[in-house]
C-alpha cells in the first residue's frame, strides 16, 4: 500500500509569493491533517479535513488555508509568504476510526527568502 | 504550561541497554497517545500506539501509559545505533466523532553509542 504522498519535497519562494502544496493520502483514508515543523515551535497542527470539510482548525493565521477533494487530496495554500513561514510542512493521513493513528509524508520544505 | 511535555534530551545509553523516555500530558480528556521517530531531516514515523492504561509491547518496544497521572513513557530495550533519533509524544485532542487533532511534545533526542 502507498504511503502518503507529498509534493513538492522543496520549494523556495520570495516573501509576498504564495505557495500551495499538495498531499496524497493512504488509500481508503479519509482523514487528513496538516502540521507545520520549525526548530522553535516544533510540530505545529494547522488544521485537518474530513469529507471535504474542515473539522478542526490550529491557531495559524487566515493566511494559512486548504482543501479537500471527493478523492481525499488535499491541498493546502499560503499567501503573502513570510520569513516565519520557511518550515517543514507535512500531511498525515488517518484510518476511518475515532482518534486513530496519523501517518505523516516525506514532508515539504518550503524556504522563504 | 505546555500541553504536551518531554524532556529535550540528550539521552545518551550505550548499545545493548534500555532507553526510558518520557512524556506528561495536561489534558485529562485526552483519549489517544502515540510515539513518533524522527531521524534527523526526515518525517515522523509511527512507532506505537496507545490508548488504555498499562503497558503495550511491540518488538524491542513497550508503550506505558497512566491516565491518573497523565503520564505516557516508551522503553527501547536492547538499544540500538540505528535507534538514535528524536522521539516525539503525541496526544490525540479530538473529539468525539473521530476528529484528529494531535498535540506534539518538543521530542528527546536520544543518542545510542557502540
Known amino acids: 500500500k502507498a504511503g502518503v504522498t507529498q509534493t513538492p519535497r522543496y520549494l523556495i519562494k520570495t516573501r509576498g509569493q504564495q505557495v500551495t502544496l499538495s498531499c496524497s493520502p493512504i488509500?481508503?483514508?479519509?482523514?487528513v491533517s496538516w502540521y507545520q515543523q520549525t526548530p522553535g515551535q516544533g510540530l505545529q497542527f494547522l488544521f485537518e479535513y474530513f469529507s471535504e470539510t474542515q473539522r478542526n482548525k490550529g491557531n495559524f493565521p487566515g493566511r494559512f488555508s486548504g482543501r479537500q477533494f471527493s478523492n481525499s487530496r488535499s491541498e493546502m495554500n499560503v499567501s503573502t509568504l513570510e520569513l516565519g513561514d520557511s518550515a517543514l510542512y507535512l500531511c498525515?493521513?488517518?484510518?476511518?476510526?475515532?482518534?486513530?493513528?496519523?501517518?505523516f509524508g516525506q514532508g515539504t520544505r518550503l524556504t522563504v527568502v | 504550561q505546555k500541553e504536551v511535555e518531554q524532556n529535550s534530551g540528550p539521552l545518551s545509553v550505550p548499545e545493548g541497554a534500555i532507553a526510558s523516555l518520557n512524556c506528561t500530558y495536561s489534558d485529562r480528556g485526552s483519549q489517544s497517545f502515540f510515539w513518533y521517530r524522527q531521524y534527523s531531516g526526515k518525517s515522523p514515523e509511527l512507532i506505537m500506539s496507545i490508548y488504555s492504561n498499562g503497558d503495550k509491547e511491540d518488538g524491542r518496544f513497550t508503550a506505558q501509559l497512566n491516565k491518573a497521572s497523565q503520564y505516557v513513557s516508551l522503553l527501547i530495550r536492547d538499544s540500538q545505533p540505528s535507534d538514535s533519533a528524536t522521539y516525539l509524544c503525541?496526544?490525540?485532542?479530538?473529539?468525539?466523532?473521530?476528529?484528529?487533532?494531535?498535540?506534539f511534545g518538543a521530542g528527546t533526542r536520544l543518542a545510542v553509542h557502540p
Open positions: 503525541a496526544v490525540n485532542k479530538g473529539f468525539s466523532g473521530g476528529y484528529n487533532k494531535l498535540i
Open positions: 488509500s481508503g483514508h479519509r482523514s
Open positions: 498525515a493521513s488517518s484510518p476511518p476510526g475515532e482518534n486513530t493513528e496519523a501517518f
